[in-house]
């Protein structure tokens, strides 16, 4: 069982910047693909942002290159999206997701919510123009 805990969503004007945190639960954090959703009203559930169990790999939503950043501290059990320039559509439910399927190409990072088996209960995050 994972657990996966959000924090540090708000309010911020465009242009500015968040950094969101993902503490999660379980002995086996460090083995599991991490990766970022989010999720707008009326809109469908969008990958963001994901990162292979050592950080040697990253994967971005077209959508946030070049602005969102995410990392992982494993010795603190969890993973943290860096937000810059900040636009108004970024304004969604953010979500951590944990896929613990076991790949044999280290590389590999799914961007489908499918193959995500562990969800958190999410943050909000708005942008205001």
């Known amino acids: 069982q994972v657990q996966l805990v959000e924090s540090g969503g708000g309010l911020v004007q465009a242009g500015g910047s968040l950094r969101l945190s993902c503490a999660a639960s379980?002995?086996?954090?460090?083995?599991?693909?991490m990766a970022w959703f989010r999720q707008a009203p009326g809109k469908e559930r969008e990958f963001v942002a994901a990162i292979t169990w050592n950080g040697g790999n990253t994967n971005y939503g077209d959508s946030v290159k070049g602005r969102f950043t995410i990392s992982r501290d494993n010795a603190k059990n969890s993973v943290y999206l860096q937000m810059n320039s900040l636009k108004p559509e970024d304004t969604a439910v953010y979500y951590c997701?944990?896929?613990?399927?076991?790949?044999?190409?280290?590389?590999?990072?799914?961007?489908?919510?499918?193959?995500?088996?562990?969800w958190g209960q999410g943050t909000q995050v708005t942008v205001s123009s």
């Open positions: 379980g002995r086996t954090f460090a083995s599991h693909i």
């Open positions: 997701a944990a896929d613990i399927t076991y790949y044999s190409n280290i590389y590999y990072l799914g961007s489908a919510q499918e193959e995500y088996e562990y």
